[in-house]
């Protein structure tokens, strides 16, 4: 079991940056993969990216390479997402989540254990 909490969500413009956290309670944080998706009004919530539990791997949503940064510290159950150059498209409901597949097409289905939500909100 474990239980998810983010933070570091806000309003920006757009070109600035934003660093997502995800804390997590729990023993076992570092035996799950662990994932960001984000939901925009009036759409379904779509991957962005995930790490493996050893954190050796990650992967990202195209429409997020090379601006986001998904990372982990397994001693201080944290995750992070760092989001650079933001673009009003991004904004959106930031979730983390855990248990789930890594790949380069993780599913909100595959992943077991969900926070509450961080709002994004990237201003033009």
């Known amino acids: 079991q474990v239980q998810l909490v983010e933070s570091g969500g806000g309003l920006v413009q757009a070109g600035g940056s934003l660093r997502l956290s995800c804390a997590a309670s729990g023993r076992t944080f570092s035996s799950y993969n662990m994932g960001w998706f984000r939901q925009a009004p009036g759409k379904e919530r779509e991957f962005v990216a995930v790490i493996t539990w050893t954190g050796d791997r990650t992967y990202y949503a195209d429409s997020v390479k090379g601006r986001f940064t998904i990372s982990r510290d397994n001693p201080k159950n944290t995750m992070y997402l760092q989001m650079n150059s933001l673009k009003p498209e991004d904004t959106a409901v930031y979730s983390c989540?855990?248990?789930?597949?890594?790949?380069?097409?993780?599913?909100?289905?595959?992943?077991?254990?969900w926070g509450q939500g961080t709002q994004v909100t990237v201003s033009s």
């Open positions: 989540a855990a248990g789930g597949v890594a790949g380069p097409r993780a599913r909100p289905d595959e992943f077991g254990y």
